[in-house]
């Protein structure tokens, strides 16, 4: 519940301050709720950027970089 509503005041936060996230976070479903972009960075190098639906249709990203399917 704590992380729900995190999520729910970052949201918040960044709609009325009309302001851009950079999230470095491990939590998948956290990131989710918070941004639209993603940046998935291995070793120093970005190995994959879209959007959430983009990241969905790659389940290779996943699986290789944040061992998650």
Known sequence: ??????AQDVQRI???NDCTLILCE???WFSRACTDIVYV???GHIVF???WDDFDA???VKQKHLGVS
């Open 41 to 43: 960075i291995d070793s």
């Open 58 to 60: 790659n389940p290779d």
């Open 26 to 28: 491990q939590n998948v």
């Open 49 to 51: 950027s879209g959007s």
């Open 14 to 16: 960044c709609r009325d």
């Open 1 to 6: 519940m704590i992380v729900e509503a995190l």
